[in-house]
C-alpha cells in the first residue's frame, strides 16, 4: 500500500524535489506534500525496521543513493544505479551467507560497503582517464 501511494503520487514528490518553483506556480501546499511523503516514509521505515535491523534498512536506504550520485545526476540513471548496486550486493551477501552459514543481514551491510568502495575506484579511474 505504501508503496502503490509513492506510485500514485510520484509526480508531486518529484516536483516539490526537484523543482520547488514549478510545484509553488502550480498552487501545491508544499508543507502539506512535504508532510505526507514523511510520514508514508517514517511508516515504511517503522515497518522494516523490526524484521531487519536498523543497520540494514539505513544502509538499503543511504548507500545504494550515494553509489549512483557517484557516476550520475539523471533521475531514472540514479534509479537503475540503485538499484542495480542493490541486486548486487544483496544477492552476493545472500550467496555467501548460505555458502559459509553467516548471519545475512551483517554480510549485506558488508557486501554494500564492498560495493561502495569499487564504485568510488571506478568512478576515479573514469575521472583520471576524463582529465587525461
Given amino acids: 500500500a505504501l508503496g502503490f501511494l509513492h506510485w500514485l503520487f510520484r509526480d508531486r514528490f518529484l516536483t516539490i524535489s526537484l523543482a520547488e518553483g514549478e510545484a509553488e506556480k502550480r498552487g501545491w501546499n508544499l508543507r502539506w506534500w512535504d508532510f505526507v511523503f514523511y ?34 545526476r539523471r533521475t531514472t540513471m540514479l ?5 542495480a548496486s542493490s541486486a548486487v550486493a544483496s544477492a ?28 568510488g575506484a571506478v568512478r576515479r579511474v573514469l575521472s583520471a582517464r576524463a582529465a587525461a
Wanted: hydrophobic fraction near 70%.
Fill in 39 to 72: 510520514m508514508l516514509f517514517g511508516i515504511a521505515i517503522t515497518l522494516a525496521v523490526p524484521f531487519a535491523g536498523v543497520l540494514l534498512v539505513f544502509t538499503f536506504l543511504v548507500v545504494p543513493a550515494v553509489i549512483a550520485f557517484l557516476f550520475t
Fill in 79 to 83: 534509479i537503475a544505479l540503485s538499484w
Fill in 92 to 119: 552476493v551477501g545472500l550467496g555467501l551467507s548460505f555458502r559459509y552459514d553467516l548471519p545475512t543481514g551483517p554480510l549485506i551491510v558488508c557486501m554494500f560497503g564492498a560495493v561502495l568502495v569499487l564504485a
